[in-house]
């Protein structure tokens, strides 16, 4: 195989690897403005899986940002959706939440009705 069909095949198979992780479904945790299933549909997302929950360990704090601190007394309750990774790159590419950064972590817990 030549250097440039490498590259190709290279290019390919990476194409086709981000295309099946960008369409993956994750459970994302949401404690403010994504909350409503409404909104996230129309930004044109599929919000599936919706649920509620809370993240122990984290207390909520609001000033110009909502924003989750370590509190290891508090919990702070929102929903579990799952989502897509490019529909969560597409909801965090405005420039109205572009300054929040989503992260793992692991701790969060469905709440019962």
Not at 95 to 113: D, I, K, L, M, Q
Request: hydrophobic share 40%; with cysteine.
């Amino acid at each position: 195989m030549s250097a440039i069909a490498s590259c190709r095949h290279t290019l390919l198979c990476c194409d086709r690897w981000y295309s099946k992780l960008a369409a993956r479904r994750i459970d994302v945790f949401f404690y403010r403005l994504f909350m409503d299933a409404e909104l996230l549909r129309s930004k044109g997302a599929s919000p599936l899986n919706i649920r509620r929950a809370g993240v122990p360990g984290f207390g909520l704090r609001i000033g110009e940002r909502a924003t989750l601190l370590r509190n290891p007394d508090a919990c702070t309750y929102g929903v579990l959706v799952e989502l897509t990774h490019e529909e969560i790159e597409q909801l965090y590419s405005e420039p109205s939440v572009r300054g929040y950064r989503h992260f793992t972590h692991n701790g969060v817990v469905s709440v019962n009705a």
